[in-house]
């Protein structure tokens, strides 16, 4: 079954800094990566999607790229923030069966400092 | 407000007893899908919802929950003879089309004591 890993530890950064958080998987790629934001107690909220034919995707201060053969996913967020302190989702679009099934990874927490 | 939204935001009740959810999805969007999300873990998958068929259930859904979608709008997560594991934030989301975006509804909480 597919396995998704991403950082289990808490990503600590100064505010201005670029953040970079990893999301690896095993066994076959998926046809669309995406990443969420989580805030506690709330929903996960959509960030970007990148298409396996994609190498790169840039929207605002964040940057997502995809390597499918080191089957994995590198997300960035630029001049950091402390309000972009949350837990970051990445998830595997399979779109298998018709419609996105999405497996999501245990997520990283980032906090920023001022 | 015109996103996903979930009712209750929180639930406390005592082992064995039955729990409901309800789900009101995006307007516009006929796809629906719930999770489980457990404390520290990426939210699972467990139903998916085309207008009001049910198209796939996740082996995670054991005979004791159910979800319906009785007329392609808002949806029901029946849980009966609750257990403490259950325990969990139950997730909403719907989608436009079957390969669009998933939006996320808050979430209800549930305690099983």
């Known amino acids: ?114 | 407000d015109t996103g996903v939204s979930q009712n209750p935001r929180h639930k406390i009740t005592k082992r064995g007893q039955n729990v409901t959810f309800r789900c009101d999805p995006i307007s516009e969007h006929n796809r629906l899908y719930w999770y489980r999300q457990t404390l520290g873990q990426g939210p699972e998958f467990l139903t998916y919802f085309q207008n009001e068929a049910q198209l796939e259930k996740s082996r995670l859904l054991s005979d004791r929950f159910s979800a319906e979608r009785p007329k392609g709008s808002f949806s029901t997560l029946e849980i009966q003879r609750t257990e403490q594991g259950d325990s969990a934030m139950y997730l909403c989301a719907s989608s436009l089309g079957a390969t669009d975006t998933q939006y996320f509804g808050p979430g209800t909480r549930l305690t099983v004591l």
């Open chain 1, 1 to 114: 079954s597919q396995k998704i890993e991403q950082n289990s530890e808490a990503l600590n950064i100064q505010e201005g800094k670029t953040a970079t958080l990893t999301c690896n998987y095993t066994n076959y790629s998926p046809a669309y990566l995406q990443w969420y934001r989580q805030d506690p107690g709330r929903g996960p909220v959509f960030l970007l999607l990148i298409r396996e034919n994609e190498k790169e995707k840039r929207k605002e201060r964040l940057k997502v790229t995809f390597d499918t053969t080191l089957k994995q996913s590198l997300f960035h967020i630029t001049a950091s923030q402390p309000a972009d302190s949350a837990t970051y989702l990445c998830a595997l679009d399979m779109a298998s069966g018709g419609y996105n099934k999405l497996i999501f990874g245990a997520g990283t927490r980032l906090a920023v400092h001022p």
